[in-house]
């Protein structure tokens, strides 16, 4: 095994010194080492250093098919289903979670380079993107030490627009936004990068965080600005296990500047102290999550505008404040003091009649989840050119109040429902000051509380009136462009966009970026309002303002929407499970699950929209028989296929559990007997055991059929009969006193069941604790006992357990991975105080339990050693979350998956390496983000699921 060269401990070095200010000693303190090592991972991720081992080998998919009858827009257009007629939805594919979009200035329809950055799949770029068929799409990674795209610009100054800035780290305030490596520039239209230092008063500005904007000058390539945001470190897969704090001083939040092309950079908005709030009370953060956007007005580059998570919109303008250049509020949030609700305001700025005029989108909690006051609302200022104190003031409300269906500024009212920190964006084609788009969630929600029948959706609305009034045309304001005109195969763009550019040469060409990845209008729009008489509200024909409604917002839309996802390999699959006749299947955030059959492509098995799709597995005998975690129609449920996962035949069996009203996570734990046909097990509060794959099969079908009871709210808001299941209680709860007062509460985060026999299973909790029990199969549930080994431990750290496996040739033997920082302070999630220990480090464990001495030692293998100590034995991955863990027993090799990759400990040396030949080169994505590891012993596979590039195999050692 070789170590590091020269250039590789110098640069270790040289991190220690100017990120942390330390002078030439070897020793540094436990937060240095954290963030040290982290960073060693970026560079041992991009090959720097490589076991000898096999090539990953990628197994998609690239091309995720969803059929007519597991879309949104088969159901939400099936006969007999509420709001809608009788149109037919298109087979279309799927990709992941687009970020940024940029187009190249010069498309014409021969060659137009459109550059797609994604939530944690990388940078991709076609170069025909205006083409019907035939889309080829082609990663673009050299030089990238992440995956996760927060901002892609590309330099106005340079004229064949070659030259591109990247901004790494998604922007997106949600749980799964994982951090970036920094700010990248490329001369040749991204072919290949290189990073651009940031460091400001010592230290990187973007070290831990990601970046939600870069923005150059358009007049003056010098002058750079990039704005930082919060991020997600440890994004387990169960809910929990996700830091925004590393347990050391983070970098401030706000807006820097550079006026020499990067060399150097100041820090123009401090973002974090914008507004007097306090810090929330589960966040180590200030008020604000950071700055998503940064526009520059060209016609006056000196005027800036920032926004700002729960802060708004401020600008810097000394041409227009007598010279004074710092940044001055000029739009409020919705947000109050003390009252935090995730306020988000999206800006798109273009100029009329001489004047800057700027377009806003706001909202917070939305209408479901905070009432008709928490409603986004769009606004717009037609002259921007006036001091900050007079424009707060002067911004005109162009949306009605939520519901006022007759009112025509009603329609776009909304558009982000509760997600606007998440889904909100706002743009205007240039040269076309009254068109203005607006993305969001969808009216999913409003549609089963029967409060807006009619329209498409509602993820995409544009309006070329300025979202006025037009008088010629019924009075319509914004029209829903989510869903086209063809009734025989209607395709609907994705619900939740996060970005949105138009084809240069045609503006009415528009490209959206969604948790479903591109779709594109095909720039020709039509009258569809003529289906709206066929449109009813469950059952009832929809009333005289609905109609009215319905007839505006369908009055134009496109006449077809294309799908531009085949080739991108871009979901970000959850979990991987393997049957034992070689089926793969996964889930996937926001675009439910999908299975693999040999000789076929990747289909979606879910029986509705999607939604996220978390946990999953296949029955240990009989492998037609498959399980899942997360919706089938709704989150937390438990759904049961008993043909081959066949769309149409999922049944929830949930129904017990859902009665007894546990807590749980966004999704649940859930795993199949490894051994033991018909048996399953689920986290809770209590472990929850079923023994014959969640009730009768014949009942189950005929009463709990999770399509029937979609769209008649049978299941959605909880109300499943408590019969649809067998499940029970196995033991007392995990999370209760039974057990003691230390590190109690939460949920169950990880399971599971040994091989070694058949009746031991290991189970952890959110909190730390940790439990095995030799009789889970015991025949009275209530019997089964589970014994605390946490407690038995001087050293197992009080932090989420993220993962388990076991050594299937001993039951008292499991390994145990732990996610945060040993620094960190606070709980992953923001569900609860959970303070970490910083005397009890480590993420991986080896727990040895002695069930005649009642007795269990916690066995650290992770310990990390710098390089230049005498100690050192070979690359660690450092003190940072570990999200998956699988042991070898044949080599007694151990596999971890990190947010930067996986890692492997050599069973016979003890030492780390990165696992698989070197990352990046045809191999796994650098910095490729890890979400859950499948071992076949008797075949030699080890296969990974990555969240955001799909599935991955491995060939073992024979």
Request: net charge negative; glycine share 10%; proline share 6%.
């Amino acid at each position: 095994m070789s170590k590091l060269n020269y250039w590789q401990k110098l640069r270790w070095k040289q991190t220690l010194q100017s990120n942390f200010k330390l002078n030439d000693k070897t020793e540094v303190s436990r937060p240095a080492v954290s963030v040290l090592t982290l960073l060693l991972s970026y560079s041992l991720m991009s090959g720097a250093y490589a076991s000898d081992k096999g090539k990953w080998t990628s197994l998609g998919p690239d091309s995720a098919v969803v059929t007519p009858y597991s879309t949104l827009s088969r159901f939400l257009s099936d006969p007999s289903a509420p709001f809608y007629g009788p149109e037919i939805g298109a087979t279309t594919t799927l990709s992941g979670r687009v970020t940024t979009m940029a187009i190249d200035p010069n498309c014409k329809d021969q060659r137009c380079r459109l550059w797609v950055g994604t939530a944690s799949g990388g940078l991709w770029l076609t170069e025909n993107a205006l083409s019907t068929k035939g889309l080829k799409w082609t990663q673009l990674a050299k030089g990238l030490s992440s995956v996760a795209m927060g901002d892609i610009f590309i330099d106005p100054n340079d004229k064949t627009a070659n030259t591109l800035y990247l901004g790494t780290g998604e922007e997106s305030f949600s749980s799964d936004a994982l951090a970036g490596t920094g700010l990248y520039k490329s001369i040749n239209g991204g072919n290949t990068w290189q990073k651009i230092d940031t460091r400001y008063n010592g230290s990187d500005f973007t070290f831990s965080r990601a970046i939600g904007a870069v923005t150059v000058d358009p007049h003056n390539p010098n002058i750079l600005y990039v704005g930082t945001v919060d991020a997600i470190f440890g994004n387990t897969p169960i809910n929990g296990g996700r830091v925004h704090s590393t347990g050391f001083l983070q970098p401030t939040l706000g807006v820097y500047k550079s006026t020499d092309g990067g060399a150097s950079w100041s820090l123009v908005w401090d973002a974090s102290n914008a507004i007097p709030f306090t810090p929330y009370p589960d966040f180590q953060e200030t008020a604000t999550h950071g700055v998503t956007q940064i526009v520059i007005d060209e016609n006056e580059p000196t005027t800036v505008y920032a926004s700002a998570t729960d802060t708004g919109v401020y600008r810097s303008a000394p041409s227009l404040e007598n010279g004074d250049a710092t940044f001055k509020p000029v739009f409020k949030p919705a947000v109050t003091i003390f009252e935090p609700t995730w306020d988000h305001t999206a800006i798109a700025l273009t100029h009329k009649n001489g004047h800057a005029r700027l377009y806003a989108s706001n909202g917070s909690l939305g209408v479901v989840f905070g009432g008709a006051d928490r409603a986004g609302q769009l606004y717009r200022i037609d002259n921007a050119d006036i001091p900050a104190s007079s424009m707060v003031s002067s911004w005109l409300q162009i949306t009605a109040n939520y519901g006022d269906r007759s009112n025509p500024r009603a329609a776009a009212t909304d558009i982000c429902g509760g997600q606007c920190d998440y889904d909100n964006v706002i743009a205007t084609p240039k040269g076309q000051p009254d068109t203005v788009v607006v993305g969001g969630q969808s009216t999913l929600f409003a549609l089963f509380a029967g409060l807006m029948p009619g329209d498409n959706n509602r993820v995409v609305m544009r309006s070329t009136t300025a979202g006025d009034p037009d008088v010629s045309n019924n009075n319509r304001t914004f029209t829903d462009i989510t869903g086209d005109a063809n009734l025989n195969a209607k395709t609907y763009i994705h619900a939740d966009a996060h970005a949105i550019v138009f084809a240069p040469q045609n503006p009415n060409v528009i490209f959206i970026g969604t948790d479903g990845g591109v779709f594109r209008t095909s720039g020709n729009y039509v009258d569809g309002a003529s289906i709206c008489s066929a449109r009813n509200n469950l059952g009832t024909p929809i009333d005289a303002a609905s109609l009215l409604y319905c007839q505006r917002v369908l009055s134009s839309i496109p006449s077809k929407i294309y799908s531009l996802n085949d080739g991108l390999m871009t979901l970000q699959t959850s979990f991987v499970a393997v049957s034992k006749t070689g089926d793969i299947m996964t889930g996937t955030q926001d675009n439910g699950h999908f299975m693999y059959q040999s000789g076929k492509t990747w289909t979606m098995i879910n029986g509705s929209a999607g939604g996220d799709g978390y946990q999953g597995d296949f029955d240990a005998v009989d492998p037609s028989i498959s399980y899942v975690s997360g919706p089938i129609a709704i989150y937390n449920e438990i759904s049961v296929n008993h043909h081959n996962n066949d769309p149409s035949k999922w049944v929830r069996t949930d129904g017990p559990i859902n009665a007894a009203g546990e807590f749980v996570p966004f999704n649940s734990t859930l795993v199949a007997d490894p051994k033991v046909g018909g048996t399953a097990f689920a986290g809770y509060q209590h472990v929850w055991r079923t023994q014959d794959n969640g009730g009768d099969q014949t009942f189950l079908e005929s009463n709990c059929l999770s399509s029937k009871n979609m769209f008649t709210r049978l299941d959605y808001f909880g109300a499943l009969p408590a019969n649809c299941g067998d499940w029970q209680p196995i033991g007392s709860d995990l999370t209760g006193p039974d057990f003691g007062t230390s590190r109690a509460g939460r949920y169950v985060s990880a399971m599971a069941r040994s091989s070694a026999d058949n009746k031991t299973l290991w189970v952890a909790t959110r909190m730390g604790r940790v439990f095995v029990t030799h009789n889970a199969d015991a025949a009275n549930p209530a019997n089964v006992n589970f014994i605390r080994l946490d407690t038995l431990a001087s050293n197992s750290p009080p932090r989420f357990v993220s993962s388990i496996d076991t050594d299937p040739n001993d039951p008292n033997v499991a390994y145990i991975a732990y996610s945060a920082f040993d620094t960190s302070i606070y709980s992953p999630d923001r569900e609860s105080f959970s303070p970490s220990d910083p005397n009890k480090p480590g993420h991986v464990f080896k727990v040895s339990y002695n069930p005649q001495t009642n007795t269990a030692t916690w066995q650290r293998l992770d310990d990390n050693v710098p390089p230049n100590s005498p100690n050192y034995a070979g690359p660690q991955f450092g003190d940072q979350p570990v999200n998956a863990i699988v042991y070898d027993a044949k080599t007694k090799d151990i596999y971890v998956g990190l947010d930067f990759g996986v890692f492997r400990r050599d069973g016979t040396t003890g030492k780390w390496d990165t696992a698989g030949k070197k990352q990046g080169d045809g191999s796994l994505p650098v910095g490729v983000e890890v979400s859950g590891f499948k071992l076949i012993p008797e075949k030699r596979l080890l296969y990974m699921s990555s969240y955001g590039s799909g599935i991955w195999v491995l060939t073992l050692d024979k």
